[in-house]
């Protein structure tokens, strides 16, 4: 699942998993209302039509609250798998989830902040805003706790917009959960698609992959 209004970036990213298994990228709905519940309906209803059987499903960043909405009750998803979650507890306000980012974005590398900025131009500041809002008010560890399946959270070393602690209590929340810190800032993956792939397909533990969907 996509990031703050943006998605492109992921598509490097996601080349690493793309070597061994079907990856689905999805881009949530640009009109209507802004609603972490809403957009997880959406993927709900994108997963009923596609019908691909047992999937992974995952997100990074704003995109993690999406798709723990999205996985609560479902019987095809087998793994959440949370990459960069938001929102800690220790940043819930404007100004220290903006300070955070900040401080991350100085640590990001290959241009990533550059190449988002088009995305975000389009989205426009006030619906970022409210994207924004929506995110800090949604508690990520509700729909986490209320999975039946394993979570799977990975966290770049040196993320600013998530503690290690945090993110080890949300994988300690479902049965089987598990932690990983890679190299790297909040998008670690970013300059290597390599270093998350093979963590998810050990965790998927399958000689025949999962499709992965986020």
């Given at each position: ?5 943006v ?34 309906r ?13 999937v ?56 990533l ?85 093979e ?16």
């Amino acid at each position: 699942m996509q990031g703050l209004s943006v998605a492109d970036y992921l598509l490097e990213g996601l080349r690493g998993i793309a070597g061994w298994t079907r990856v689905h990228l999805l881009e949530l709905p640009p009109t209507g209302g802004v609603d972490v519940t809403r957009f997880g309906r959406a993927v709900g209803e994108w997963l009923d039509a596609q019908d691909l059987g047992p999937v992974v499903l995952g997100g990074h960043s704003s995109g993690t609250q999406v798709a723990a909405a999205a996985a609560v009750g479902r019987r095809d998803v087998v793994l959440s798998l949370l990459v960069g979650p938001i929102v800690d507890p220790a940043t819930r306000s404007f100004l220290r989830l903006g300070l955070s980012w900040l401080r991350d974005g100085r640590q990001e590398r290959g241009g990533l902040i550059r190449s988002q900025a088009p995305e975000w131009a389009d989205a426009g500041p006030w619906r970022i805003v409210r994207l924004i809002r929506s995110h800090l008010a949604f508690r990520l560890e509700e729909p986490v706790g209320a999975l039946d399946v394993p979570v799977l959270v990975l966290r770049g070393s040196e993320d600013r917009l998530a503690r290690a602690d945090w993110c080890r209590r949300l994988a300690s929340l479902t049965p089987g959960g598990r932690y990983v810190e890679l190299p790297g800032a909040h998008s670690f993956f970013w300059d290597d698609p390599e270093t998350w792939s093979e963590v998810v397909r050990h965790t998927c533990g399958s000689p025949k992959p999962r499709p992965v969907a986020g």
